[in-house]
Structures are given as structure tokens and as C-alpha cells.
């Protein structure tokens, strides 16, 4: 009874958790994400600004709270950046096309670690990097986000009107930076993040290389082969005359199928695969069926699980790691993380930590002291018991960290071994193919002397 009421309450978990996410309920709880609460320039307008200047007790009680020397920071663009990141005359025009690579942003957060720990100045930096660059739109980026300091933004906070060219976890990291003062460290983890990422997805498209051609070898040969050589075959059986074993008669009869609608089934498969593209990356529902999808298979399911873990880890300790507040940095990974699964996960644990509740804890690990533990669906055990040992430790960004190069370890210990287990299957496959249509071919001519009128 146990067991079936566990198994009752997961499946209704599960059909809740499609719905919800099927229409969007929990994107209309996002908060704008404000990092540490700092008065705002409203409070410029008080009456007590002015008083502040009069008497040196006054300005000595209220620089803290007033703060004028620096803006307000935040990743994420409040009414008062926005109003502040007006261009004033400038045109941004077509800067919403600027699209930065994986390459591209690694040299610029490269180049700026190296110039800023240089000793070069931060808008020195920006004129330099605006100077070595040949595209027009780009140095046009770089004009708006030095016009955007010398108004008096921060860094981060002019990256942050470009929310698509750099990412809001960078720019978290890099205001997260400014306020500590190691900006040139921070740049360099980036870059060393971006780098590891990079050869990361190098091993995984490596991995998927070899199969995926051999399949589109294999199903250029036998469509050519059904196409263009089967119809010939099946003339030459045809003035034969003959009785043709089921096996080949099946294969003239695709064959037929085929050479004569191929026109018609290459265009639908055509459109079959853009509309499920579309599906997948423009509609919550054709992403939750993906990822549903690839989560089933087995060996596949298991290394896009790992991958999600390792990207959750890698973004929530860097900015951890960084000073970023812990319900900051769960907001701001939440919105990095693409499976709707995990971020639905990751929102979850980050209204917890807000109630008071630890992440082991939202993870499962309810009391480790009396083995009492929960299941959890999309983090193991492991990751729980790790971020439990951080949480005792003070050093849950280490851990975070750790837990990522675990993850790393095992997706490229499981990458080296795909070609080779997939390579026996995949050529299987193509001998079985080839074979039965040679086979389909051949075996009439066993029996042609009996078999022709």
C-alpha cells in the first residue's frame, strides 16, 4: 500500500508539475533581482539629502544610507537604470541585432582581465577594445556602454542593457566583482568558465559526429539504392515473369512507394522537422515533450541530466563565489538554465531558502543524522549530501564547485565511450539494412529456373 500510494502521489506530482508548466504559472512570479539592498535614487529626493551636507555629524550618520559616489547596481534593469541608459542623443539603433559568440565573448572577458589587471582604466579598456575591432555594430556597442559610464553607470550595469549580448549571470558576476574589487579575478574565472564550456560542448559534438554521419551515409545509400536501382530490378523480374518471395516483394513495393512520391516525402519530412524544431524552441509545451523525450533514453537521458546538474552548479558556486547573495544567485541561475524542468526545480528551492529552509533540505536530504531522505526527481542523493556538508562547512560554493567537476568527470568518461559503443550498433544497423536489400535483390535468382513461365 506504501509503495502504491508513493507511486499515486508521483505520478499526480508529475501531472501537476506538466501543467504548471505547461502554462507558464511560475513565470509570472519572477522578481526582479536586486543585489544587496541599497537605497535607490529616490531617496536623493528626500528633504534629508539636503540637510545632510550641513552639519559634518549628519554627513558623517547618513553616508552609509545615501551613498552617493556609487549607483545603484543591479543585473537586472530597474526604472532607474532604465532611465539612466537613455542614449541622449546617441543612436542605438540596430544594437538589438548585436549578437556576441561563445569565441568572441571568451576574447573580449579575456582582453579586459588582461588590460584592467594592467593597470589600464576601465574606459581606456573599452577604447581599446573598441579600436581593435572591425565591425562596425560592435564598435557602435562599445560607444553606447562608455557613454553609459561616463553617465555614471557601472560596468555591469552596462552590460546589463545589452541582456543579449552578455548574459545576466555575467553581469551578476561582474557587479559582483566591482563591489569587491577584483574585477581582473572575476573576468579571468569567466574566462576559464567559458573555456571549459567550450571544450565541453567540442567533446560532446565530437561524440555525435561519427554516428550521425554514418546514419546519413546509410540513409542516402538505401534511399539511392530504392530509388534508382530496385525500380531497374524490379523490370527485369517483371519481364521475367516470376513468382517473387515476399521479402523482395516487399522491397519493390516500398521501392515503388518511394521513386514515385520522393519529391512528396522529402518535403514533408522537411517540414516535419521545421515544425518540430519551431515547436521545440519557440512553444513550452513542444520543449517539455523534448525534453521529456530525451530524458527516456538511456544513455543520452542520463548525460543531459548530468549536464543540467553541472550547469546548476557551475553558475550557483561561481556566483556564490563571487559574494552573490544565495537567493540572488539561485534567481539568477533559474533564468540561465534552460530545462523547464530544472528551472521550475531551481525556483522551487529558492522560495524554500526563503521560508527559512535549507537546499539540502528542498533536495531531499530532510535528516541526515536519522536517515530520513526524500527522493528527489531531478538532483540524487549525492548532490544533497554535498550541498549539506557545504551548508555545515560554510563552503557551499566549494562544494557547488566540486560536485560540477564531478559531473564534468563523469559526462567525459561517458562521451569516450560512446563512439565505441555506439560504432558496432551503428554498423550493424547499416549491414542489416544494406544486407536485406541485397539479400531482397538475390534471392529470386535462387529460384528463377523453377519459377519463370
Known amino acids: 500500500m506504501n509503495a502504491l500510494a508513493k507511486n499515486l502521489r508521483h505520478a499526480f506530482s508529475d501531472l501537476w508539475l ?12 519572477k522578481q ?17 539629502v539636503p540637510v545632510a551636507p550641513s552639519t559634518p555629524a549628519a554627513t558623517t550618520s547618513t553616508s552609509p544610507t545615501v551613498a552617493p559616489a556609487t549607483p545603484a547596481t543591479s543585473p537586472i534593469i530597474t ?14 539603433k540596430g544594437l538589438k541585432f548585436v549578437r556576441f559568440s561563445n569565441r568572441e565573448r571568451l576574447i573580449f572577458y579575456d582582453q579586459m ?86 571544450d565541453f560542448m ?3 559534438k ?11 551515409l546509410a540513409l542516402s545509400m538505401v534511399a539511392g539504392m530504392m530509388i534508382f ?19 523482395t516483394q516487399i522491397v519493390i513495393d516500398i521501392s515503388n512507394v518511394l521513386s514515385t512520391y520522393y519529391l512528396f516525402i522529402f518535403g514533408a519530412s522537411f517540414a516535419f522537422v521545421v515544425i518540430l524544431l519551431i515547436l521545440i524552441n519557440k512553444t513550452t509545451f513542444g520543449k517539455l515533450m523534448w525534453e521529456k523525450f530525451v530524458s527516456s533514453i538511456p544513455v543520452f537521458g542520463r548525460i543531459a541530466k548530468e549536464q543540467n546538474i553541472m550547469a546548476f552548479a557551475a553558475n550557483l558556486g561561481m556566483l556564490l563565489q563571487s559574494g552573490v547573495l544565495i537567493t540572488e544567485a539561485f534567481e539568477i541561475s533559474e533564468r540561465t538554465i534552460e530545462n523547464l524542468h530544472y528551472r521550475r526545480a531551481i525556483s522551487e528551492i529558492r522560495h524554500g531558502i526563503v521560508l527559512g529552509r535549507s537546499v539540502s533540505e528542498m ?6 543524522k536519522a536517515q530520513k531522505f526524500k527522493e528527489h526527481k531531478l538532483f540524487p542523493l549525492q548532490v544533497a549530501q554535498m550541498i549539506h556538508i557545504g551548508e555545515l562547512t560554510g563552503t557551499i560554493a566549494k562544494m557547488l564547485i566540486k560536485i560540477r567537476q564531478n559531473y564534468h568527470k563523469s559526462i567525459d568518461y561517458t562521451l569516450k565511450n560512446i563512439s565505441t559503443m555506439i560504432e558496432p550498433i551503428m554498423i550493424f544497423i547499416v549491414a542489416l539494412l544494406v544486407g536485406s536489400i541485397l539479400l531482397a535483390v538475390m534471392l529470386p535468382f535462387f529460384y528463377i529456373g523453377t519459377t519463370i513461365s
Do not use: C, W
Not at 18 to 29: A, K, P, Q, V, Y
Open 32 to 48: 526582479k533581482i536586486v543585489v544587496p539592498p541599497t537605497p535607490v535614487e529616490p531617496v536623493s529626493s528626500e528633504p534629508v
Open 79 to 92: 526604472p532607474q537604470v532604465a532611465e539612466k541608459t537613455k542614449l541622449s542623443g546617441k543612436s542605438a
Open 202 to 204: 567540442r567533446k560532446i
Open 229 to 247: 536501382v530496385i525500380p531497374k530490378v524490379a523490370e527485369l523480374y517483371e519481364q521475367s515473369n516470376a513468382t517473387l518471395p515476399a521479402l
Open 363 to 368: 533536495m531531499g536530504l530532510e535528516d541526515i
Open 113 to 198: 582581465a588582461t588590460l584592467i589587471g594592467s593597470g589600464v582604466t576601465l574606459i581606456d579598456s573599452l577604447l581599446i577594445m573598441q579600436a581593435q575591432t572591425k565591425n562596425k555594430t560592435v564598435k557602435k556597442l562599445y560607444d553606447q556602454m562608455i557613454h553609459h559610464i561616463n553617465g555614471g553607470m557601472s560596468l555591469a550595469e552596462s552590460m546589463a542593457v545589452f541582456p543579449h549580448v552578455f548574459p545576466p549571470m555575467q553581469s551578476a558576476l561582474v557587479e559582483a566583482a566591482e563591489k569587491s574589487g577584483n574585477l581582473k579575478e572575476v573576468m579571468s574565472q569567466i574566462v576559464e568558465d567559458l573555456e571549459g564550456h567550450q
Open 206 to 216: 565530437g561524440a555525435m559526429f561519427y554516428p550521425v554521419i554514418l546514419v546519413v
Open 18 to 29: 506538466e501543467i504548471d508548466l505547461f502554462f507558464g504559472r511560475f513565470t509570472h512570479h
